[in-house]
């Protein structure tokens, strides 16, 4: 089973609900049974986790990070289909089809003897719950290494940075009145999305880095009123900000703390992600990458985090890389099945060249931060 019939295989599976996820995680196990993989299971809040491991534990260690969950999506989407070179379905892109390299990847390498890998793939990367995941927790427990790789879209180039979340739940206040008198109150609702403009124009929107041109800033949920014919008196609303990794999450909400008639109700908040460029596991992957490309491998800059934040917080160098494609979330998710292929190879060839270039470089991680954001 090569890496495009696997990705089939897995996208085949509805895994954005819990019955999915389990019918998936029971593929991937049985996949590495066939294939002589050790391997172990876990349940994480009635959710399955599957974790492998070839080579020797006291070898420098790598970790391939993978999640089998996905957004919801249409009946149809979970029926893969192929047009040219694009491999089409839920998940396809984020990231069942890096999975899925990943997994024949880890087969590629299971004889060496030089390498520590490590694969970990869990059920819960897309949930709602920002609080609590089975990554940050079997981080926790001590599942690290020298080096972790989250399989995310990155049309293989090597992300070494991405943006910190801060998600705020405010309170917007308004005044009540009947409905068919609106000019005698003062809609919330209204005034809400009056507030998200404001947010939209503070000046830590118009800032930027030398990977990102701004932050940005997305409107998830909304909620307010209680009657037909009330003027609504109370809203709430999600606002999602990804900010960049030099921005500071306190001064972010000192600026929207100073709108008026807003109330913080609630934070969430994830650090942005910054590893070296001259980290000797990521130049590794650079030239491993680059026997696969036309041209050099770059690093880039992710829009969105990830459970790589994870390892970095646990003093883990972490980066993201995956297939080519587009349409993650989308209704037409596509994954590149030659860069399948190539991923596979960029992940084999970095594990067997890996003891060469640490012993040219040392086994260190180098200039390695978790940058953290102000007080919340």
């Not at 998936?24 to 959710?47: I, M, Q």
């Not at 879209?153 to 005044?175: F, N, S, W, Y």
Request: glycine share 10%.
């Amino acid at each position: 089973m090569d890496e495009r019939v696997l990705a089939e295989r897995l996208i085949g599976y509805d895994t954005s609900a819990p019955e999915g996820l389990n019918q998936a995680a029971g593929f991937v196990k049985g996949w590495l049974d066939a294939r002589d993989l050790p391997h172990d299971a876990r349940d994480f809040d009635g959710l399955p986790v599957v974790l492998a491991e070839v080579g020797p534990k006291e070898a420098p260690t790598v970790v391939l990070h993978g999640h089998l969950d996905v957004v919801p999506g249409r009946e149809g989407q979970f029926a893969p289909r192929v047009e040219g070179d694009r491999l089409i379905g839920r998940g396809a892109y984020d990231m069942k089809g890096g999975l899925a390299a990943m997994m024949c990847a880890l087969q590629d390498v299971a004889e060496q003897d030089a390498v520590r890998v490590r694969f970990l793939c869990v059920p819960d990367e897309e949930s709602d719950d920002v609080e609590r995941r089975s990554t940050d927790a079997l981080v926790r427990e001590g599942l690290h290494g020298d080096f972790a790789i989250s399989g995310e879209p990155t049309d293989l180039h090597i992300g070494v940075q991405a943006k910190g979340v801060l998600a705020v739940r405010l309170e917007v206040a308004g005044r009540a009145a009947h409905g068919s008198t609106p000019w005698l109150g003062d809609n919330a609702i209204v005034k809400a999305l009056g507030v998200l403009r404001t947010i939209e124009t503070l000046p830590f929107s118009r800032e930027s880095s030398d990977l990102f041109d701004r932050p940005s800033i997305n409107l998830a949920r909304i909620a307010g009123g209680d009657a037909f014919n009330k003027v609504p008196d109370r809203c709430g609303m999600d606002v999602d900000i990804r900010y960049l990794p030099n921005q500071d999450a306190g001064e972010i909400l000192a600026q929207i703390r100073a709108i008026p008639d807003v109330v913080v109700a609630k934070t969430f908040l994830r650090a942005p992600a910054v590893v070296s460029r001259s980290n000797p596991y990521v130049l590794a992957l650079r030239d491993a990458v680059s026997r696969s490309l036309e041209g050099e491998a770059l690093s880039v800059g992710r829009d969105g985090a990830s459970d790589a934040v994870s390892f970095l917080e646990a003093g883990v160098p972490a980066v993201e890389f995956g297939p080519v494609g587009a349409g993650h979330h989308g209704p037409d998710e596509w994954v590149s099945i030659r860069s399948l292929a190539r991923y596979r190879a960029a992940l084999r060839d970095f594990v067997l060249a890996l003891p060469g270039r640490l012993a040219r470089h040392g086994r260190g991680a180098g200039d390695l931060r978790a940058v953290e954001g102000g007080p919340a």
